[in-house]
């Protein structure tokens, strides 16, 4: 089994910081084409989310499930079927410093590979026939780790030659080609 992994904020939302009412929560152009697409080609949808808003009190996790139901909902409504959100409510540790190498102590927390892994083991996915799509090199700096080898990364203005990006793309229809 293969299986598209998402980023959730900067990749199928708008990333306006601390997302948790639907209010606030506006789709990218592109992702329910993109998802359409990936299941067409018989992927597994998967949401792998870092969500510190509840780690560091912004937000309730019953606020948050309010809205994953509502996700949920609205992409079943476009024909979209998400197998599962996997998410970290970690907040960053003190000491972390990616670029220095200090990665976070939570397994879970991007870009420690954790619920990927979960993911691979609760559904059977093969990682080598899987990709993932993310805005921020942790995204990808999971998949890496997590043996997936297409990590696409999704940003309109930076590019990266960052080891973990296998591929950059502007938009998300540009993803299309990689399934």
Known sequence: ??????????????????????????????????????????????????????????????????????????????????????SCFSKPDPDENIENGILPTDPNRKPNPGMLFQAIDDFKIDPTQSLMIGDKITDLMAAATANIPIRLLFSEETSSTHPAVSHQIKSLNEAIEFL
């Not at 209010?23 to 949808?45: R, T």
Request: hydrophobic residues 35%; positive net charge.
């Open 1 to 86: 089994m293969k299986a598209l992994f998402l980023d959730r904020d900067g990749v199928i939302n708008k990333d306006h910081d601390y997302i948790f009412e639907i209010k606030n929560f506006e789709f990218l152009p592109g992702i329910f084409d993109l998802c359409k697409a990936a299941q067409k080609h018989d992927y597994k949808l998967f949401i792998i989310t870092n969500q510190s808003g509840i780690g560091r009190g912004y937000f309730s996790e019953s606020q948050y499930n309010t809205l994953c139901d509502w996700l949920i909902n609205k992409l079943k409504t476009n024909n979209i079927k998400i197998t599962k959100i996997y």
